[in-house]
Each structure stands twice: as C-alpha cells, then as structure tokens.
C-alpha cells in the first residue's frame, strides 16, 4: 500500500516569498492533517481537514498560511510571505475515520523549509 | 504550562539496559493516548497505543494513570535500532472532532 506522498522534499526561499507544499494521502483516508514541526520540538496542529472540509484551524496562521484539500483528496499547504520562524519541517498525515474519531494517523516524509 | 510535558533526554543507554520515560497531561478529558517513534529525519509512526489496564508489545510496556494524567513508557533489553526520539500523544476533542496533541517528544541513544 503506497504511503503519504509529499512534495517538494526540500525547500529553501527567502523571507517575504512565496511557498507551496503538495500531499496525496492514503487513498480512502477521510481525514488529512497538516503539521508543522520545528527543530527540537513535537508536530504541531496546523489545520484538519475531513473529506474536503476543514474541521479544525484553530491554530493555522490565517494573515500568512492557507490550505485546501480539493474533491477531498489531495491537498496543498500554501505560506505567503515566509518569515524567517516558518522554518520547520511540515507533515501531512492522513487516517482512514471519517467519524472524527480516535485513528492511526500514518505520516508523510515531510517537507523541510528553510527561510533565510 | 504545556498540554503534554515529556522529559526531552536525552537518555543514553548501553544495550540491554531497561529505560523508562514519562509523560504527564494535563486535559483531564483526554481519553486517548499513544506513543509515536520518530527516527532522526523521519516522520513520526505510531509505537504503540496506552490502555488503562497497561498494554505490553515485545519489549515496551506502556502504563497510563489517569488519576495521575501520567504515561510511561518501558523498553526493555534495549537494541542499537531502538535509538529514536519517543513522542507521548494525547487526544483532545473539540467540536465533534479529535485533535492529538504531541509531546516535545524523548530522546534515547543506545550505545554498544
């Protein structure tokens, strides 16, 4: 069974610019969740989504981030402009409930962002 | 205070040396909770889930006392491959809706 995709793997900007993360969850997971990580530190929440509604982006950065997961599978994770305290790696995870209930959340590689 | 509180480490352990880590939360109302490895530069993959009654898997261990909103962790006989950072999770519903939250996560390095 093909696992979270993610992509780019690797980024590098600069501050004030643009930047966009892509991830495929695992085909029929109802739930897809965007983390940031950074360095030293446990994921973070950044937003839910269930099928193609978002549940929960209480702690998203809305001035700056915005995502979208279209037709409720595929979803991008957009920050513009960067800041230099973005940099972290992020993490999209997906599970199969579609109750909202209690499941394994499997990972993607992640994308590492570095903004200088 | 954080919602999850977990010992950062790290913890360096010779092989076969038994290992404990602790977690504390601090949501009375969580009912689930886990334990996530993550290998360095790796996304984090779920170890085990805590059950009230404790819950054994080869050799880890995990104990939850909700009295206590305390989790651990016991690896025994400890293998060069355990070396990884142990994240304690915890579940926090909100809105119809389950949300974990993450620890800072643990560090165990194994030595020969």
């Known amino acids: 069974e093909a696992g979270v995709a993610q992509s780019p793997r690797y980024k590098i900007i600069e501050k004030r610019q643009s930047v966009a993360f892509w991830c495929n969850p695992i085909s029929g997971h109802a739930t897809l969740y965007w983390y940031q990580q950074i360095l030293g530190q446990g994921p973070k929440l950044l937003i839910q989504?269930?099928?193609?509604?978002?549940?929960?982006d209480s702690q998203l950065p809305k001035d700056r981030f915005s995502a979208e997961r279209l037709k409720g599978v595929d979803s991008t994770l957009k920050i513009q402009p960067a800041k230099l305290e973005d940099s972290a790696v992020y993490l999209c995870a997906s599970s199969l409930d579609p109750s909202g209930g209690i499941d394994e959340q499997f990972f993607g590689p992640g994308t590492r962002l570095t903004v200088l | 205070r954080k919602e999850v509180e977990q010992d950062p480490g790290p913890f360096n352990v010779p092989e076969g040396a038994t290992v404990a880590f602790n977690c504390t939360y601090s949501n009375s109302a969580s009912q689930s909770f886990f334990w996530y490895r993550q290998d360095c530069r790796k996304e984090p993959k779920l170890l085990m889930s805590?059950?009230?009654s404790g819950n054994e898997d080869g050799r880890f261990t995990a104990q939850l006392n909700r009295a206590s909103q305390y989790i651990s962790l016991l690896i025994r006989d400890s293998k060069l491959s355990d070396s990884a950072t142990y994240l304690c999770v915890v579940n926090r519903r909100t809105g119809g809706y389950n949300k974990l939250i993450f620890g800072a996560g643990t560090r165990l390095a194994v030595h020969p």
């Open positions: 989504f269930q099928n193609n509604g978002v549940v929960d």
């Open positions: 805590v059950y009230s």
